[in-house]
Structure formats: C-alpha cells, structure tokens
C-alpha cells in the first residue's frame, strides 16, 4: 500500500473526537439511523452532521439515505485501509534498510 499523508491525515482526523469515537463504537454493533445516533449521543443534529462528514470524508464510515433520515454504518473497506495505514506507520526499521532494527 502506498503512503498517502493526506488520505492519512483525513483518517486520523476522523479518530481525533471523543464524540467520534463514541460514534464508532455504537456504529460497531451495525448500521444505526441518524435519529437512534443522536438519541445516544445527546448533541445537536449539525453537530451531528458535522462529525459524520468527518466520519463519511475518511471513508471508515458510509452513509445511505432513506427517505428523511441518513443511515450510517462502518465501512469495511475504509476500516481495512485505517488498520493498514496505521500498521505502516508504526512499523519499526531501520533507516535506509527494510531491516527491523534490533534483532533478538
């Protein structure tokens, strides 16, 4: 997987939110209506609307439109790309080798 800062940096915005997390979490058992969201979340529907841009922007969240309201649900695809970008990050070696660092 190419290196992409911004696609990462979108990302990893998306995960900078206490009230994004907590709507990662209760989209974690499924697919959850706008309405049941901010039922749980106790914020107001822009603020709502904003966060799910952020969420819907990195990909790691879809939404659907059914008539009035906005469904949302983890996207798979998005969540795969999250992990592996994240794993790239943090993987240690050493400069200029693809070697680990220390070996054991």
């Known amino acids: 997987m190419e290196l992409d800062e911004k696609k990462m940096a979108v990302i990893f915005k998306a995960f900078g939110d206490e009230n994004r997390i907590r709507i990662l979490q209760l989209l974690g058992s499924?697919?959850?209506?706008?309405?049941?969201l901010l039922e749980e979340m106790?914020?107001?529907?822009?603020?709502?609307?904003?966060?799910?841009?952020?969420?819907?922007?990195s990909g790691v969240v879809e939404g659907r439109r059914e008539g009035?309201?906005?469904?949302?649900?983890?996207?798979p695809a998005g969540s795969d790309a999250a992990v592996k970008y994240l794993k790239i990050l943090?993987?240690?070696t050493c400069r200029d080798t693809d070697e680990p660092c220390c070996e054991e």
């Open 42 to 57: 106790n914020i107001s529907q822009p603020t709502l609307s904003h966060h799910m841009k952020i969420l819907c922007d």
């Open 90 to 92: 943090t993987n240690v």
């Open 68 to 75: 009035k309201w906005m469904h949302y649900s983890i996207c």
């Open 30 to 36: 499924g697919e959850k209506c706008a309405c049941k």
